[in-house]
């Protein structure tokens, strides 16, 4: 007997012990760790919701995630016709979250009646959150479109920072009994890491007032405002835009909403192409006074070459600097003679066409310069006017402009600022900043840059672009493009050039599809520009 009660003593000891072991355990040593798993048994998570990292402009300014939408949770067990009907009129559209107890709905709008309808007679829960895009999206060819399906970017800023963007350490979720189903009275909440997004060059006020201007023109086409100072992009936009909300219903469209005509448009450039030719005559030594000739047309090699400006009996006798301000094709033509086919191909490289702009931007188009043997015989006439072969980007033109601008410095160009939350140099180098490591390179000698800018002020005040009303100084050059789109014929309208002529702070390209004159389509958006910028 004795023996038996010693032995039930050490058990009940022994048991005693590792009971209080275990206690202290959970209490103590693996308390926080247990606490932590039951916790994640109990939530759900609500994944398929605008986690992604905002898209900034340059003052912090959110272009992405800045408007609110409303989700609802409701249960598939109670899902019938009649709720069908109420999600229905609500427009909802359902949200693709890998829950097997509950549906979950987006929803724009607050619809009270409706809304009390889902809680009571459903169950339903409700949170308001981010939504990715506003309605009318700011600079939607820029930042691109996510996949609804599966949140990859798809095009633009969303597809070049997708891996950026991406934030794996947010989440909404809800609490759960252990079947699953939504504890009543807990709610809904989020772990949202907010230190991850990209900073872009863009300035919004800039860029609302550029999609206006755009918006208002009777033409669709492109325009780029760049910075003198840095050669940042402060606003780029494209027409017809698309809405990244309702993506479906470009796919079969033949409206091109999906071409970003800044980045992606490879058009010839007209007349504009004679400030490449112009640089090269004034690098070669060519004075600006120098007389050229023009009686309404110039023949090259049996092809026969008009000049619309000089009417039927053309300019006469002209000066290198009014052939430039009133854009004579004959003069021109006479001037690409004297400067030579390779010299103004090698500065056209020099000017950054025929590459690309920006280093890894998706679907970017580096435009086109013809071969050195296509421009011999009256390939020079069609290469001095800036046709036949030649394609540029609106955004190739704004970097060519800017170094002249600049004194003849080339800044490159840059779209974005900073990557928030990975200072990587492999980030730092993309978009950020061109391939180039030599920055800030002269490309024209300074002397050039301020014949260039003479030129360009005599276009202004008395040639093709002096119908703008702005009481500032500016500096610019117009262009007409003849093109083909699907074998009609047409003719593009150009204008590039920056504001204010005498201290430049911004470089502009305006681009206007089938605009038929730079003069009459470009210019008038060029100048409403100006009244708007700060």
Not at 225 to 250: H, R, W
Request: proline share 3%; with cysteine.
């Amino acid at each position: 007997m004795k023996k038996r009660m010693m032995f039930i003593c050490i058990v009940y000891v022994l048991l005693s012990l590792g009971l209080a072991g275990r206690l202290t355990y959970i209490q103590i040593i693996g308390g926080e760790e247990l606490s932590t798993a039951a916790i994640r048994q109990q939530k759900i998570s609500l994944n398929g919701i605008d986690f992604r990292g905002t898209i900034y402009d340059r003052n912090m300014s959110p272009l992405t995630s800045q408007s609110k939408e409303y989700m609802v949770l409701l249960l598939k067990e109670k899902y019938d016709s009649k709720v069908a009907t109420v999600l229905s009129k609500m427009e909802a559209h359902k949200l693709s979250v890998d829950n097997s107890k509950y549906y979950v709905y987006a929803i724009d709008h607050y619809d009270r009646e409706a809304w009390q309808v889902l809680e009571d007679k459903y169950n339903a829960y409700s949170l308001e959150i981010n939504k990715r895009y506003d309605n009318n999206q700011l600079a939607s060819h820029l930042i691109g479109y996510i996949n609804q399906k599966d949140g990859n970017g798809v095009s633009g800023l969303e597809l070049l920072y997708n891996k950026k963007l991406e934030n794996n350490d947010s989440n909404y979720f809800a609490m759960a009994d252990a079947k699953g189903y939504l504890l009543s009275g807990i709610g809904l909440s989020t772990s949202v890491n907010q230190n991850y997004g990209v900073v872009t060059t863009l300035d919004k006020e800039i860029q609302k007032s550029v999609e206006e201007a755009l918006n208002n023109s009777d033409y669709n086409g492109a325009v780029v405002v760049q910075s003198v100072k840095d050669g940042s992009i402060l606003a780029c936009a494209s027409t017809p835009a698309f809405d990244p909300n309702e993506m479906k219903q470009y796919i079969n469209s033949d409206n091109k909403e999906l071409i970003d005509k800044v980045f992606q448009g490879e058009y010839p450039p007209g007349s504009i192409f004679k400030i490449v030719v112009a640089a090269a005559a004034l690098e070669k030594g060519i004075k600006p006074d120098i007389i050229l000739h023009c009686d309404g047309k110039r023949e090259v090699n049996g092809v026969i070459f008009g000049c619309s400006t000089g009417g039927e009996e053309g300019h006469g006798d002209i000066s290198f600097t009014d052939a430039f301000a009133y854009s004579c094709n004959s003069a021109f033509i006479e001037l690409g003679e004297m400067v030579g086919a390779e010299d103004i191909l090698k500065m056209a490289e020099k000017m950054g066409l025929g590459e690309n702009p920006i280093n890894g931007f998706p679907n970017i188009k580096n435009g086109n310069l013809p071969a050195l043997k296509n421009c011999q015989g009256a390939g020079i006439g069609n290469l001095s006017i800036g046709q036949g072969e030649t394609l540029v980007t609106p955004l190739q033109v704004a970097r060519m402009v800017n170094i002249i601008a600049n004194g003849g410095v080339d800044k490159e160009v840059k779209i974005v600022e900073e990557v928030l939350g990975d200072p990587s140099e492999e980030t730092q180098k993309s978009a950020i900043q061109k391939k180039s490591d030599d920055q800030d390179h002269r490309v024209i000698s300074k002397q050039t840059a301020s014949q260039l800018t003479k030129m360009m002020k005599a276009t202004m005040k008395y040639g093709t672009g002096n119908n703008v009303s702005t009481e500032e100084e500016t500096a610019g050059k117009t262009g007409s493009a003849e093109a083909s789109d699907a074998g009609r014929y047409i003719v593009h309208g150009w204008f590039t050039g920056f504001y204010p002529a005498s201290n430049p702070k911004y470089t502009i390209v305006v681009f206007a599809e089938n605009g038929k004159s730079g003069r009459k389509s470009a210019v008038p958006i060029f100048d409403e520009l100006t009244q708007k910028l700060p």
